[in-house]
């Protein structure tokens, strides 16, 4: 499994950007995707999470209306659009993948991508 985020970068507030993760050594469209992010001195947090098909997402509160997950499953891509952008969602924002069999939940995580919102 290999995912590797982009997009990131220093952005005024109220900007936007647009991440992707391009998801590798899987079958992409079996399973949801997820976007997490940890700020400075913060413990890392849910972001917001798409269905294997995208028919289903949902997002944290900080979040809502604000960002909007994505995927392409042709492009084996999640992404992850975010507007209006605040200083406090300054963190480095990874995407997740969970891997649910018998053992038990397997989590994989790609690199990270660092978003700074700052004037």
């Known amino acids: 499994v290999q995912l590797v985020e982009s997009g990131g970068g220093l952005v005024q507030p109220g900007g936007s950007l647009r991440l992707s993760c391009v998801a590798s050594g899987f079958t992409f469209s079996n399973y949801g995707m997820r976007w997490y992010r940890q700020g400075p001195g913060k413990e890392r947090e849910f972001v917001a999470f798409?269905?294997?098909?995208?028919?289903?997402?949902n997002y944290a509160d900080s979040v809502k209306g604000r960002f909007t997950i994505s995927r392409d499953n042709a492009k084996n891509t999640v992404s992850l659009q975010l507007n209006s952008l605040k200083p406090e969602d300054t963190a480095v924002y990874y995407c997740?993948?969970?891997?649910?069999?018998?053992?038990?939940?397997?989590?994989?995580w790609g690199q990270g991508t660092q978003v700074t919102v700052s004037s």
């Open positions: 798409i269905t294997s098909a995208g028919g289903t997402t």
């Open positions: 997740k993948l969970e891997i649910y069999s018998f053992t038990g939940r397997r989590d994989y």
